[in-house]
């Protein structure tokens, strides 16, 4: 009966434009969750928004991590291991409970599990894609197909769109001042050092980015509560205070400990001067990832340019460019 009525009122609420609630897959969630969704702003659906846009721009499950932790969220259970419980849980600055990535609670996409499995799935896709890219034979054409033997003008056609083309590519290189194979070879692998430096550049800077982010997140917590671990210890009825101030006690001894196992002196930590370390890092990542793509890219295209030369000129090695140019002039 309950079915039937709802099916009425959805037909009802069509007829006369009205909203019709979509069906939520039987998860529970309350009218009032329900509303700030469709407004975007529980907490639930700012956590999503946030996962969805740095899956985005993670390339793996660890810079994932990273970046949620810069975006000022508290994770726990993030790691894949025998101590971690079953769901990862998030919790934004101003919250008090957490969410934990449950179906239940957030969708099938949302698990600590599928979050990994999104990030790599963009990974590989992007990998694919790449390896088309530059698995392809360019512009050449190959002229030895069975096609190319039943047509003399064909052949002829290719070949002179292949001389073409290599007049083109050999104008490109000269350009950048490019002579001989054996000068592209050491360009491309000097580019190709380039970006290996520059990625695990990259890759170290974000585990320090990591560190510092956790860093400046407790620095702040004890700043912000010291005063009352401090008062609790000069207190006069201690069990008292404790009652009524528990909560920020134990933040400031939980941060206290986490400063102490970086080897910091949690009463001499200044939350500025790491805020300050932790821009410089930020701002050097963004530096070594633009160098690292820039050198992945151009080593990219004189790879391309090389292999469209190389199935023109063939594969000998000490055959200048600039000798060939008169044949390709």
């Known amino acids: 009966t309950y079915w039937n009525i709802r099916h009425i009122n959805d037909d009802l609420c069509r007829e006369h434009n009205l909203s019709v609630l979509q069906d939520n897959k039987h998860l529970s969630k309350d009218y009032k969750e329900w509303l700030e969704c469709r407004r975007g702003n529980s907490w639930k659906s700012i956590l999503m928004s946030d996962i969805n846009e740095t899956i985005k721009q993670s390339h793996t499950y660890e810079e994932f991590i990273s970046l949620m932790l810069a975006k000022g969220y508290e994770i726990k259970d993030w790691e894949f291991s025998d101590n971690a419980h079953k769901y990862i849980g998030f919790r934004a600055p101003g919250q008090q409970r957490w969410i934990r990535g449950r179906v239940k609670s957030l969708g099938k996409d949302f698990t600590r599990e599928r979050i990994r499995e999104r990030i790599e799935e963009k990974a590989r896709i992007r990998t694919e894609r790449m390896q ?195 044949k390709i002039r």
Do not use: C
Request: hydrophobic share 30%.
């Open 132 to 326: 088309r890219l530059y698995h392809r034979s360019g512009r050449m054409i190959n002229t030895s197909e069975e096609r190319f033997a039943d047509s003399p003008w064909l052949k002829q056609w290719a070949e002179r769109q292949n001389l073409k083309e290599a007049a083109r590519v050999q104008s490109r290189l000269a350009e950048m001042g490019i002579q001989s194979m054996r000068e592209l070879d050491d360009r491309i692998e000097a580019l190709n050092l380039q970006a290996v430096t520059g990625k695990n550049t990259t890759i170290a800077l974000d585990k320090e980015i990591k560190q510092a982010g956790e860093i400046l997140r407790y620095a702040r917590q004890f700043s912000e509560t010291r005063r009352y671990e401090e008062a609790y210890e000069k207190s006069k009825d201690p069990e008292r205070y404790y009652k009524r101030h528990r909560i920020q006690i134990q933040q400031a001894i939980g941060a206290r400990a986490v400063l102490n196992s970086y080897g910091l002196d949690a009463n001499r930590v200044n939350p500025e001067e790491i805020e300050a370390d932790y821009l410089r890092l930020t701002g050097d990542r963004a530096a070594s990832l633009d160098a690292y793509k820039t050198a992945e890219k151009e080593r990219y295209n004189l790879q391309r340019l090389r292999d469209e030369l190389a199935s023109y000129m063939g594969t000998d090695q000490s055959r200048d460019i600039e000798r060939d140019t008169k």
